[in-house]
């Protein structure tokens, strides 16, 4: 689980000692070129909103912040009620909410199908349930939050995809979530990786989400983090 330990939080916070994504003990996980999508989002003019969860919230944020086309993208919890859209209550796993990140983009830009590639080549390994990297619980499922009906025919058309081109060895187990309502995390959470650079479990587990970000989509890549 993960400790926020001695970080620049405010002081309410930091006099508690909070778990949730996992102090680094092994080494990152390697990324995954996923197949290019046979299915474009076609979704007009206009930005759009995406919600997707991966394991902690911090390196889903941080990779998307790094996407040509992303105009912010929001920590927060998803799949729960209002009561327990707390970091200490979503850590038990039991409240139904997954660490999430809400992902506003232009499709002119970027289209959904071009992130959900991204997000299961550096953020977010679909074959893992309930767990991503060092994290456990169900708080830490990765799932696709569609929200509207086109993200939704594009989702399920990709994760077919990815099940039948043999690029995982084991089966995929990311599932499509229906919308209920995004909660956002709490002020110390947002642009974590942009505050924190030095964090240790930031060094262990999410420098090499953006590090293979840029060597695999060289042409989606900033280089700036644009914050949420």
Not at 68 to 88: D, L, P, Q
Not at 187 to 192: L, N, R, S
């Amino acid at each position: 689980m993960k400790r926020l330990g001695r970080l620049m939080l405010p002081m309410a916070a930091a006099a508690m000692t909070l778990a949730g994504c996992g102090m680094p003990v092994q080494a990152a996980e390697k990324a995954v070129l996923a197949p290019a999508p046979k299915q474009f989002a076609n979704e007009g003019m206009g930005l759009k909103t995406a919600v997707f969860a991966g394991g902690c919230f911090w390196g889903i944020e941080a990779v998307f912040s790094h996407v040509k086309g992303v105009k912010s993208a929001v920590s927060g919890y998803h799949g729960g009620n209002a009561a327990t859209a707390t970091y200490e209550q979503t850590n038990t796993g039991v409240t139904g909410h997954a660490e999430a990140v809400r992902v506003v983009y232009d499709p002119k830009v970027v289209r959904y199908d071009e992130l959900l590639r991204i997000f299961f080549s550096v953020g977010a390994d679909p074959t893992l349930h309930n767990r991503q990297g060092p994290d456990r619980g169900s708080q830490y499922r990765a799932a696709l939050v569609p929200m509207n009906a086109e993200q939704r025919k594009v989702a399920a058309a990709y994760l077919g995809q990815m099940e039948a081109s043999g690029v995982w060895n084991s089966p995929i187990v990311t599932k499509i979530e229906k919308y209920r309502k995004f909660y956002k995390a709490e002020k110390y959470h947002q642009d974590f990786m942009l505050k924190n650079p030095r964090h240790g479990y930031i060094q262990t587990w999410d420098k090499p989400k953006i590090d293979a970000l840029k060597r695999l989509y060289p042409s989606h890549y900033r280089s700036n983090f644009v914050p949420g």
